[in-house]
C-alpha cells in the first residue's frame, strides 16, 4: 500500500493526473467539433503539458530546474527532461500550419512564471491575471488546436465551445485558488484573496449558470448535449460547494481535476 501511495504521489506530483485532464478536453472537443484524433497531437499535448506544469511548479529559476538536491524532485526533473524529449517528436510530426499556434501558446505558458527580462514580473504576478491565462491556454490547446490542425471553419458555435471552455477551466481553478489562498503571494490579487472564499463560491455558482446557458445559444442545440451540460453543471456545483480553505489532501489535485474525464465519459456514454 505504501508502494502504490508513492506511485500515486508521483502520478499527481509529475503533473500526469492535469495532462490526462488536458488530454481528456482535447477528446471532448473532437466529439463536439465531430473529428478524428490527431495522435501526434494528442501525444504532443499529453508530454507537453506535464513539461509546462512541472517546469511551473518547480523550475521557475533555472538554476533550480538544472540543479537539484531532493531526490524526490530530481526523479520528477528526469522525468519532465523524458517527456520533453518525446513532446518534441511529436512536435515536429505535427503540419506546419499548427506551429505559430503552439509556439504562442509556449510563449505564454513560459512567460506565465519566467519574466521576459530580469526586471520585469512575469504574467503570473500581474494582478488577477493568473486564473485568465491558465484558462486561455487549456482553451488554446483543447480547442484551437484540434480547430486549426482540421482547418474548421470559426462559426458561431466554435466560438461558443471556446467561451464554454474558457469557463469551465476558470470554473476549475477556484477550488485551486481558495486552496492556496494563504501561501498565494498578495500580488497575485486572485479572487479568494480579494473578495473571499464564500463571495468567491457565488461567482463560481454564476460562472456554472452561464457556463449552462451559452449551450442554448448555439445555432445547432442537440437535447443530449444539454442533458450532459446540466449532469456537469452538477459536478461543479458540487465540488464549488465543498471547496474549502482546509482542503482533504486530494480534494483538488484530483477529485477536481478528475471533473475532465466526466465530462469526457459524458460525452461519450452512448
Not at 133 to 152: C, K, Y
Not at 163 to 184: A, G, H, S, T, W
Amino acid at each position: 500500500m505504501r508502494l502504490l501511495l508513492q506511485i500515486f504521489n508521483f502520478y499527481l506530483d509529475a503533473s500526469v493526473h492535469v495532462a490526462l485532464a488536458v488530454l481528456a478536453l482535447y477528446f471532448v472537443s473532437l466529439e463536439i467539433l465531430e473529428v478524428s484524433t490527431n495522435w501526434h497531437l494528442a501525444l504532443f499535448l499529453f508530454f507537453g503539458t506535464i513539461v509546462c506544469y512541472n517546469f511551473i511548479k518547480y523550475g521557475v529559476e533555472a538554476e533550480k530546474y538544472l540543479i537539484v538536491s531532493n531526490p524526490y524532485h530530481k526523479l520528477v526533473q528526469v522525468f519532465s527532461f523524458l517527456s520533453f524529449a518525446i513532446a518534441a517528436y511529436f512536435f515536429f510530426q505535427l503540419d506546419k500550419n499548427i506551429w505559430l499556434a503552439v509556439f504562442v501558446l509556449a510563449i505564454i505558458s513560459g512567460l506565465y512564471a519566467v519574466p521576459l527580462l530580469p526586471k520585469l514580473k512575469n504574467l503570473r504576478s500581474l494582478g488577477g491575471l493568473k486564473t485568465f491565462l491558465v484558462a486561455f491556454v487549456w482553451v488554446g490547446s483543447t480547442v484551437i488546436l484540434p480547430v486549426i490542425d482540421n482547418q474548421i471553419e470559426i462559426i458561431w458555435d466554435v466560438y461558443v465551445l471556446m467561451i464554454q471552455r474558457f469557463l469551465f477551466v476558470l470554473i476549475l481553478l477556484l477550488p485551486f485558488e481558495i486552496r492556496d489562498m494563504e501561501y498565494d503571494n498578495p500580488e497575485l490579487k486572485t479572487l479568494p484573496q480579494r473578495i473571499g472564499i464564500n463571495r468567491t463560491k457565488n461567482v463560481g455558482y454564476l460562472l456554472v449558470l452561464v457556463f449552462v446557458v451559452f449551450e442554448f445559444l448555439k445555432d445547432e442545440v442537440i437535447h443530449q448535449t444539454i442533458l450532459i451540460k446540466i449532469v456537469l453543471a452538477s459536478l461543479l456545483l458540487f465540488a464549488l460547494k465543498k471547496t474549502k480553505k482546509n482542503q482533504a489532501s486530494y480534494f483538488s489535485s484530483f477529485w477536481v481535476e478528475s471533473i475532465s474525464f466526466f465530462y469526457l465519459l459524458l460525452m461519450v456514454i452512448p
